[in-house]
T-cell receptor
Framework: NAGVMQNPRHLVRRRGQEARLRCSPVKGHSHVYWYRQLPEEGLKFMVYLQKENIIDESGMPKERFSAEFPKEGPSILRIQQVVRGDSAAYFC???????????FGEGSRLTVL | GNSVTQMEGPVTLSEEAFLTINCTYTATGYPSLFWYVQYPGEGLQLLLKATKADDKGSNKGFEATYRKETTSFHLEKGSVQVSDSAVYFCALSDVNDYKLSFGAGTTVTVRA
């Protein structure tokens, strides 16, 4: 009975590189959400996706960040040309179509050197 | 905008002690309020919720009451166990339940 699976759990990148974070939702869940937790802060909403559609990206930085949830495969959060300020824990959550309850993964911790 | 402020940790308690984690919020309108818990090595999971003023959410011996007059949603448990050791997050949502605003989290360690 797998929950939300995120990988990698830890990722280290140098400034200017790209970071790709993957999220496999709970089986049967068609809605995926990404949150970011900066050091000493609470989680902040970034984006809400359904299969092949971005529903709400109001929390996404305007540049360098993108997210997708393709028909097949995991959801991907992509950060281009990373900067030190991107260092954070990135949490993915999923929910079934019928209820609003979110199920979160363990998070992926990105460190930018 | 919406924000949540919760008690800073870490909190260390002995088994069977009383636990309170304070949470206050700022929001426009009438938000729903949540407590999430993250056990070691796991993802966040919903612990309890309340959707309107004076509602009490409860689960696994934990309780929290939605207090509109003090804009608070404090989490309490009368007798903690070692298995309650975790990080606890207070959160709110107003228009959409998926767009949660979280507090910074409080780490609780219960010693045998």
């Amino acid at each position: 009975n797998a929950g939300v699976m995120q990988n990698p759990r830890h990722l280290v990148r140098r400034r200017g590189q790209e970071a790709r974070l993957r999220c496999s939702p709970v089986k049967g869940h068609s809605h995926v959400y990404w949150y970011r937790q900066l050091p000493e802060e609470g989680l902040k909403f970034m984006v809400y996706l359904q299969k092949e559609n971005i529903i709400d990206e109001s929390g996404m930085p305007k540049e360098r960040f993108s997210a997708e949830f393709p028909k097949e495969g995991p959801s991907i959060l992509r950060i281009q040309q990373v900067v030190r300020g991107d260092s954070a824990a990135y949490f993915c959550a999923s929910s079934p179509p019928s209820t609003g309850e979110l199920f979160f993964g363990e998070g992926s911790r990105l460190t930018v050197l | 905008g919406n924000s949540v402020t919760q008690m800073e940790g870490p909190v260390t308690l002995s088994e069977e002690a009383f636990l309170t984690i304070n949470c206050t919020y700022t929001a426009t309108g009438y938000p729903s309020l949540f407590w999430y818990v993250q056990y070691p090595g796991e993802g966040l999971q919903l612990l309890l919720k309340a959707t309107k003023a004076d509602d009490k959410g409860s689960n696994k011996g934990f309780e929290a009451t939605y207090r509109k007059e003090t804009t608070s949603f404090h989490l309490e448990k009368g007798s903690v166990q070692v298995s309650d050791s975790a990080v606890y997050f207070c959160a709110l949502s107003d228009v959409n339940d998926y767009k949660l605003s979280f507090g910074a989290g409080t780490t609780v360690t219960v010693r045998a």
